[in-house]
C-alpha cells in the first residue's frame, strides 16, 4: 500500500521560507518520479514541482519558479520541497504524490502566509 506522509507547514509572512518533508513507504520510491501539488481553498488542485528519480530532471510550475526547489533523499524515500519568498497566494494545502495529477497523494500539510 502507497503511503506518503507529509510535514513541515505551518504559518508564515511574505517573504518567508518553510520547508516540507514527504517519507514514503509501500513503493520503490527509488525509481519513482515524484511531485508536490498543492490545493488553495476553493481552487482544485495545482501542479507544483516534479522531479525525477536520480534528481537530474526537476521541473516546477511558472507560479514557484525561482522560489521553490524540489529535492529528495532515495535513501531515506523522502521527498522535499524548500519554499522561499513566500506570497499570500502560495496559501494551500501542499501534498507529495506520485503522479502530477494528485491523484495519489498524502493527507497533505497546510501552508499560510499571512500578515
Known amino acids: 500500500e502507497v503511503q506518503l506522509v507529509e510535514s513541515g507547514g505551518g504559518l508564515v509572512q511574505p517573504g518567508g521560507s518553510l520547508s516540507l518533508s514527504c517519507t514514503a513507504s509501500g513503493f520503490r520510491f527509488s525509481t519513482t518520479i515524484m511531485y508536490w501539488v498543492r490545493q488553495a481553498p476553493g481552487k482544485g488542485l495545482e501542479w507544483v514541482a516534479s522531479i525525477g528519480w536520480s534528481s537530474i530532471y526537476k521541473s516546477y510550475a511558472d507560479a514557484v519558479k525561482g522560489r521553490f526547489t524540489i529535492s529528495r533523499d532515495n535513501a531515506k524515500s523522502t521527498l522535499y520541497l524548500q519554499l522561499s519568498s513566500l506570497k499570500t497566494e502560495d496559501t494551500a494545502m501542499y501534498y507529495c504524490?506520485?503522479?502530477?495529477?494528485?491523484?495519489?497523494r498524502g493527507q497533505g500539510t497546510q501552508v499560510t502566509v499571512s500578515s
Open positions: 504524490a506520485t503522479d502530477s495529477s494528485g491523484a495519489v
